[in-house]
């Protein structure tokens, strides 16, 4: 008899932003739309205003099209996680960067 137990492999890192994804665009059917206006001049929300706007959830379609647009859409430099683990990681010249 054979009692070896099979150990949890934790799943991609691909699978897990996948899903999370399926989940986002699923509430997105869910909770309830609504929006607020703005306190004129500025660009502060007025807590007293909200209303609720028409259901507009995403797609399965959708969904495919935002994966694809939001690669095609260019990342200002400071904003993109890569630049900075770049600057931080090989800013010293006296340690060579070796991956993790």
Not at 7 to 17: A, R
Not at 40 to 68: E, M, R
């Amino acid at each position: 008899m054979n009692t070896s137990a099979k150990k949890f492999q934790f799943p991609n890192s691909l699978v897990i932003v996948f899903a999370m994804m399926i989940l986002a665009a699923a509430l997105t059917h869910v909770i309830p739309a609504g929006q607020y206006d703005l306190i004129t001049g500025t660009k502060l929300l007025d807590p007293a205003t909200y209303h609720a706007i028409p259901q507009q959830g995403v797609s399965p379609w959708g969904l495919v099209d935002a994966v694809f647009s939001g690669m095609a859409r260019p990342v200002p430099s400071s904003c993109s996680p890569f630049s900075w683990a770049a600057t931080f990681r090989c800013s010293s010249p006296a340690t060579p960067w070796t991956p993790s």
